[in-house]
T-cell receptor, first 114, second 110 residues
Framework: DAGVIQSPRHEVTEMGQEVTLRCKPISGHNSLFWYRQTMMRGLELLIYFNNNVPIDDSGMPEDRFSAKMPNASFSTLKIQPSEPRDSAVYFC????????????FGSGTRLTVV | RKEVEQDPGPFNVPEGATVAFNCTYSNSASQSFFWYRQDCRKEPKLLMSVYSSGNEDGRFTAQLNRASQYISLLIRDSKLSDSATYLCAVRTGGGNKLTFGTGTQLKVEL
């Protein structure tokens, strides 16, 4: 199993540009999560999907952030326009849906907005 | 009060020592609990689930205290390779969402 695959690994962009982060979950997992990690705030859940349907997007900071999951094997997180305060590591994770299951994380995208 | 709280550390211990971390959670309805390990500039990796009766995996022991609303992780015979940040995670409510603590940093020294 290839695990959760994220791309790109690193992204440096200028303020105001659009940024798209991509994630391929583990095959068979039916829940997908987008987290953001910073030194100050730790791991924060942005949004999660069950069976490709967004369930909880209360962590999405602003309308500048949007996420889609068009099928069971792909999800995107888009920031438009990006701002320096969006600089963080963005993790995607997937799991089976159920209280006894932990998540498997991807290796993350390190985003720097200058 | 934060939903999940951890002492950030760092905990500096000599190799071979026993070290324990606690993680407190605020919602008494929380249902499932996990410990993750995160190495510097890497993703969190699931270390172990925490079961009501406590559970052990080699040198690692996890326990749940529902009355006082905390979970603990005990590491025996610490190795240099145990140096990492340990995150606790708590699932509350009917959804599949995990809330993570900010992590406890462990440094095992010669």
């Amino acid at each position: 199993d290839a695990g959760v695959i994220q791309s790109p690994r690193h992204e440096v962009t200028e303020m105001g540009q659009e940024v798209t982060l991509r994630c391929k979950p583990i095959s068979g997992h039916n829940s997908l999560f987008w987290y953001r990690q910073t030194m100050m705030r730790g791991l924060e859940l942005l949004i999660y999907f069950n069976n490709n349907v967004p369930i909880d997007d209360s962590g999405m900071p602003e309308d500048r952030f949007s996420a889609k999951m068009p099928n069971a094997s792909f999800s995107t997180l888009k920031i438009q326009p990006s701002e320096p305060r969006d600089s963080a590591v963005y993790f995607c994770a997937s799991s089976f849906n159920g209280k006894n299951y932990g998540y498997t994380f991807g290796s993350g995208t390190r985003l720097t907005v200058v | 009060r934060k939903e999940v709280e951890q002492d950030p550390g760092p905990f500096n211990v000599p190799e071979g020592a026993t070290v324990a971390f606690n993680c407190t959670y605020s919602n008494s309805a929380s249902q499932s609990f996990f410990w993750y390990r995160q190495d510097c500039r890497k993703e969190p990796k699931l270390l172990m689930s925490v079961y009501s009766s406590g559970n052990e995996d080699g040198r690692f022991t996890a326990q749940l205290n529902r009355a006082s609303q905390y979970i603990s992780l005990l590491i025996r015979d610490s190795k240099l390779s145990d140096s990492a940040t340990y995150l606790c995670a708590v699932r509350t409510g009917g959804g599949n969402k995990l809330t993570f603590g900010t992590g406890t940093q462990l440094k095992v020294e010669l």
